[in-house]
């Protein structure tokens, strides 16, 4: 089971996923990440967030995806993630449908429309 508790600083999580802390920044910026700042303003991983960035990592590094697939990536993941073992297959349906629309919408986040 993977937790959810923040407990890595910056140092930690850039040793763990051998990732520069700039990087580490560069991806909360972006808001594919959001570390804990309990005290102050330093940043607090989880484990969850470990095992995030290293599924950012292969995105980047075997597949070369950029931040806006990333942002696409990670999203559709996170509606995925969001199922559990009791969900319908209703549930899981429309979950997927609503990955494939992520796909599918305009960098601005506008819906298309036909002309």
Wanted: glycine share 6%.
């Amino acid at each position: 089971m993977v937790s959810h508790e923040p407990v890595y600083t910056i140092a930690v999580a850039s040793r763990l996923t051998g990732m520069h802390p700039q990087t580490l920044r560069k991806y909360e910026r972006a808001g594919l990440l959001t570390p804990k700042r309990p005290s102050g303003n330093q940043r607090l991983y989880s484990a969850s967030d470990i095992d995030r960035l290293k599924r950012i990592q292969y995105l980047v590094e075997e597949r070369g995806v950029n931040v806006a697939g990333l942002e696409l990536a990670l999203a559709m993941t996170d509606r995925l993630d969001e199922l559990d073992a009791n969900s319908s297959a209703s549930d899981i349906q429309a979950a997927i449908h609503d990955a494939a629309d992520m796909s599918r919408q305009p960098e601005d986040g506008t819906t298309e429309s036909a002309a």
